[in-house]
């Protein structure tokens, strides 16, 4: 009800701006209402011999999506509202509650497949008031994003989204100056906005920083020039960590190919009270959080083919927590793959784990192949094939980790999409709090059946 109340109260203030009647009907008339139908089916299945564990098969079937209303702007204001669902249905005695409220259920301390977890939920996960002018304009509200270290993560059936205030400023149509001011957090399996930092942390916020909440302030720096780019962000948790992240691209055409490089940098540290509690306890945490990433790409598209190599290498640390810190849905690397990585790092107060290519000392490198089959008379079919070998400078390692990723595409129009998705890792690694890894999973298999329809 509240949220009901909130979306009105926003609405109202932008149609209000005038009180003329013929006003009020053109911003109505030209409103635009968009969204999208998803179906979504995944099973999961876990070879835990490595660990002296049984065996887990878990699955889940759902359909929800969003719905969208956009105001037309008057006066440069406008506003709108994003109502997201998720309805699980077809339910077995194991759930994979990943596609549905897992985070829900961490944060209530149900369990991350419990009762909570399994439950469907509907959300206002969007609901804002905007100016615009010329070349500026400020948000103000709750908002879907899509940034390096805070993202939608759109790899389930809704995206995540943060609350707060953000501004831009464009120089011409070359650079974007973007600073913002965030207080909460929704993660995509989650129905409840937190505050940003005690997402993070979740029961040890007030013990790590000091207090029971905080804010990230951000800013960005895009420029794209005619043959390359730059990105500049800077992510600043209140008495938790600094965040920075860098990267560049080049591309050329060489004859009928356009090739592009690209690199990155990433560069996460402990900060304030944070920064004293994790030095105190290094025992537990293994030290300040002191994490340096790079990354370098190299991408081919020639017709209807694309070719990708990437690497990564997140430096090794032994003093100091050397995983990168990902609480809020960011997947910066280059070589990051579908599933394992930092899946789970994002739910509630697990940000101090680690997986895959994010682990401090991990090197990973990624072959990607892609081919679109136009030309070959089937319309809309595609696939995509990639690969990743990642080994770990980590005591505990026993065996390199391997992912296998495959992707069947059918577009059958612009609206309508259906993907089927196989995924196998090898020797699946995650990292504890304390830098320490778990056993490896032998197997991690999992099968995805998406289908989605946007209009």
């Not at 965040?243 to 356009?258: D, Q, R």
């Not at 990168?324 to 990585?341: E, R």
């Amino acid at each position: 009800m509240k949220y009901i109340s909130l979306a009105t109260l926003i609405l109202s203030s932008a149609l209000l701006a005038t009180s003329e009647v013929n006003t009020l009907a053109e911003v109505f008339n030209e409103a635009s209402v968009s969204g999208n139908v998803k179906y979504y089916y995944i099973q999961t299945d876990k070879d835990k011999s490595a660990q002296n564990a049984a065996n887990t098969s878990a699955y889940a079937n759902s359909i929800g999506g969003q719905l969208s209303f956009d105001t037309a702007s008057l006066y440069g204001f406008s506003s709108g509202v994003t109502f997201m669902t998720t309805n699980p249905f077809l339910l077995g005695s194991n759930v994979d509650a990943s596609l549905i409220a897992r985070d829900n259920g961490v944060r209530a301390g149900d369990g991350a497949s419990g009762d909570i977890a399994r439950d469907g939920f509907s959300v206002l996960g969007e609901v804002y008031l905007a100016y615009d002018y010329k070349n500026m304009g400020i948000y103000l509200g709750r908002e879907v994003i899509k940034t390096p270290l805070i993202d939608a993560k759109e790899v389930r059936l809704l995206p995540s989204a943060v609350e707060g205030t953000s501004l831009y400023y464009k120089l011409g149509k070359t650079t974007k100056f973007d600073l913002a001011y965030y207080s909460a957090f929704k993660q995509r399996t989650s129905s409840v906005f937190t505050n940003i930092i005690e997402h993070a942390l979740g029961s040890q916020t007030k013990t790590i920083t000091g207090s029971n909440s905080g804010y990230v302030a951000m800013l960005g720096l895009n420029h794209k020039g005619e043959n390359y780019s730059l990105k500049l962000y800077d992510y600043y948790a209140s008495d938790f960590m600094n965040s920075l992240y860098l990267s560049g691209l080049y591309s050329l055409n060489i004859k009928e190919a356009k090739v592009s490089l690209e690199v990155q940098y990433i560069n996460q540290k402990s900060i304030g009270n944070a920064d004293t509690y994790f030095e105190a306890n290094s025992a537990k945490y293994s030290g300040k959080i002191s994490s340096n990433a790079i990354g370098l790409k190299l991408s081919a598209t020639v017709s209807s083919s694309k070719f990708l190599l990437a690497y990564s290498k997140v430096l090794k640390d032994e003093t100091k927590h050397d995983s990168l810190v990902l609480p809020w849905d960011g997947t910066p690397l280059f070589t990051n793959m579908i599933t394992s990585n930092n899946l789970f790092q994002s739910n509630y107060g697990k940000a101090l784990n680690a997986d895959s290519v994010y682990i401090g000392g991990a090197q990973g490198i990624k072959f990607l192949y892609a081919q679109k089959y136009d030309s070959l008379g089937l319309k809309g079919f595609s696939t995509t094939l990639s690969y990743l070998n990642t080994v770990f400078d980590k005591i505990g390692f026993d065996k390199l980790q391997e992912d296998y990723n495959i992707v069947l595409q059918y577009k059958a129009s612009e609206a309508f999409t259906l993907q089927l998705k196989g995924i196998w890792v090898k020797n699946d690694t995650s990292a504890k709090i304390d830098g320490s890894l778990n056993a490896q999973i032998k197997l991690l298999t999992q099968y995805r059946v998406i289908g989605n329809y946007k209009f």
